[in-house]
C-alpha cells in the first residue's frame, strides 16, 4: 500500500477541522489570515480564534478603519490574531503562560515581527502588575475563558474598548460579562458556532 504522505495524514487528522475552518473563512480577504494560510495551511488555524472577516467584521467596526497605538491581546497561541492586530495599531502586546515557538516563526514569515512585543505570564499576580503598567486603547481578551475572564476584565477595562471571545456561548464566563454591562456599551458578533462568537465592549 502507497505510504501517505505527511500532508495526506495531516488531511486525514484535521479533515473535520480544516472544514470546519474553512465554513468560517468563506472568502477570506485579510491579507494576513491569507498569508498564513497559503504558508502554513490549514491546520495551523486549529484552536485560533479569528473568524475569516475577523478584521473587515469586527475591527473595521469597532475602530472605522483607524489605527491606535497600542493594542493588547491576553491569550497568543501561535500569534495569529497578534498578527491580524498589527494591522490596527503600532504595536501590539501579547501574553501567554506558555511561550509556543510556532509564533516567531510566523510574524517573521509575515514580517511583523518588530510590531508585536510578547510577554510571558508567571501567575496572575505579575499579569495585574504588568497591566497596570501598560497604555493600550484596545484588548482583545482571549486566554483562560473558564478561570479568568473577570479578573482578566478588571485588569483591562480601563482602556475602555474589550473584545470577548466566546461570548455568545450560553452560561460560559464571556457570556455572563458580556450580559452583566449595559446593553448599549455591547455589541455581538454571532459567527453562527457559538464557541467562536464575540462580543465588543466600549465605554466611550
Ligand atoms: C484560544 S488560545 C488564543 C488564540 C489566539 N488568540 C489566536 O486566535 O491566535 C488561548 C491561549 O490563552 C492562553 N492562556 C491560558 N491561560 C492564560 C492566562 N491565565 N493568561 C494569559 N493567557 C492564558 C493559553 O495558553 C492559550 O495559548
Redesign the pocket.
Known amino acids: 500500500m502507497k505510504e501517505l504522505s505527511k500532508e495526506e495524514q495531516m488531511e486525514i487528522k484535521y479533515g473535520h477541522m480544516t472544514k470546519m475552518v474553512e465554513r468560517r473563512m468563506p472568502g477570506v480577504r485579510d491579507p494576513i489570515i491569507k498569508k498564513i494560510h497559503e504558508h502554513f495551511g490549514i491546520v495551523i488555524f486549529r484552536?485560533?480564534?479569528?473568524p475569516a472577516d475577523f478584521s473587515e467584521r469586527v475591527f473595521k467596526d469597532c475602530f472605522g478603519g483607524k489605527k491606535v497605538k497600542t493594542i493588547l491581546?491576553?491569550?497568543?497561541?501561535?500569534?495569529?490574531?497578534?498578527s491580524v492586530l498589527t494591522q490596527y495599531a503600532e504595536k501590539v502586546i501579547t501574553?501567554?503562560?506558555?511561550d509556543?515557538a510556532m509564533k516567531y516563526e510566523i510574524w517573521d514569515k509575515l514580517g511583523v515581527s518588530d510590531k508585536i512585543e510578547f510577554r510571558m505570564?508567571e501567575n496572575?499576580l505579575q499579569?495585574a502588575k504588568m497591566i497596570s503598567n501598560m497604555k493600550f486603547e484596545f484588548c482583545?481578551m482571549?486566554?483562560?475563558h473558564l478561570h479568568?475572564t473577570w479578573s482578566d476584565f478588571m485588569m483591562v477595562k480601563k482602556c475602555g474598548r474589550v473584545l470577548l471571545h466566546e461570548a455568545i456561548l450560553d452560561g460560559s464566563q464571556p457570556n455572563l460579562l458580556a450580559n452583566s454591562l449595559p446593553p448599549e456599551e455591547i455589541r455581538f458578533f454571532n459567527y453562527g458556532k457559538k464557541t467562536s462568537s464575540l462580543a465588543y465592549w466600549s465605554k466611550e
Open positions: 484552536r485560533c480564534s479569528a491581546e491576553i491569550g497568543t497561541l501561535n500569534g495569529i490574531t497578534a501574553m501567554d503562560i506558555i509556543y505570564v496572575e499579569k482583545y482571549d486566554g483562560d479568568h
